[in-house]
T-cell receptor, first 116, second 112 residues
Framework: AQKVTQAQTEISVVEKEDVTLDCVYE???????LFWYKQPPSGELVFLIRRNSFDEQNEISGRYSWNFQKSTSSFNFTITASQVVDSAVYFC?????????????FGKGTTLSVSS | GAGVSQSPSNKVTEKGKDVELRCDPISGHTALYWYRQSLGQGLEFLIY????????KSGLPSDRFSAERTGGSVSTLTIQRTQQEDSAVYLC??????????FGSGTRLTVV
């Protein structure tokens, strides 16, 4: 069975602090995809990153970085020098690639509040 | 252009009434998904379509929920005899794991 756990329900930081959002996943498949989405107060889901199970390279995009470690089944997300606009709910998600059209399974999300 | 359109954006209904929520996956991916997000909760998978057929209905919470898709495009999620616990945002998405997924803006359903 597949499962995504985001143990941090809420995180509060002050602007310019670095913050890491944890994501641990479970799957029996060897081929799978991991995702992070951002949901700002407006409600839409904003795609941040997709990573397949064969690519363990860490990725950096501006102030965002992702650390994928298969050994610990984790796909953590770090925001460097956080800003108020980063305040949102962040979801980690898993999709197994056994067949086309596999649904995304989401974690329960981490609410990040960045204060000025 | 690409994208997923959902209507209505907001729906208020009385308990016991039926509602229909619409999803129009503009870019035409064959795979389409419905999710439900209750207040303060994560996204709960409801049903998946491949073309017009639904190989995976495992997430539908009760037999009051049903969905159909016609022409490999527009999908309708129907909730019969709505209950207050059905109040949530219903999200539609299209895509595949190797291509990624695009989500609509959702329909906020309030059952009063």
């Amino acid at each position: 069975a597949q499962k995504v756990t985001q143990a941090q329900t809420e995180i509060s930081v002050v602007e310019k602090e670095d913050v890491t959002l944890d994501c641990v996943y479970e799957t029996r498949d060897t081929t799978y995809y991991l995702f992070w989405y951002k949901q700002p107060p407006s409600g839409e889901l904003v795609f941040l990153i997709r990573r397949n199970s064969f690519d363990e390279q860490n990725e950096i995009s501006g102030r965002y970085s992702w650390n994928f470690q298969k050994s610990t089944s984790s796909f953590n997300f770090t925001i460097t020098a956080s800003q108020v606009v980063d305040s949102a709910v962040y979801f980690c998600a898993l999709s197994e690639a056994r067949r086309a059209g596999t649904a995304l399974i989401f974690g329960k999300g981490t609410t990040l509040s960045v204060s000025s | 252009g690409a994208g997923v359109s959902q209507s209505p954006s907001n729906k208020v209904t009385e308990k016991g009434k039926d509602v229909e929520l619409r999803c129009d996956p503009i870019s035409g991916h064959t795979a389409l998904y419905w999710y439900r997000q209750s207040l303060g909760q994560g996204l709960e998978f409801l049903i998946y379509f491949q073309g017009n057929s639904a190989p995976d209905k495992s997430g539908l919470p009760s037999d009051r929920f049903s969905a159909e898709r016609t022409g490999g495009s527009v999908s309708t999620l129907t909730i019969q005899r709505t209950q207050q616990e059905d109040s949530a945002v219903y999200l539609c998405a299209e895509g595949q794991p190797n291509y990624g997924y695009t989500f609509g803006s959702g329909t906020r359903l309030t059952v009063v």
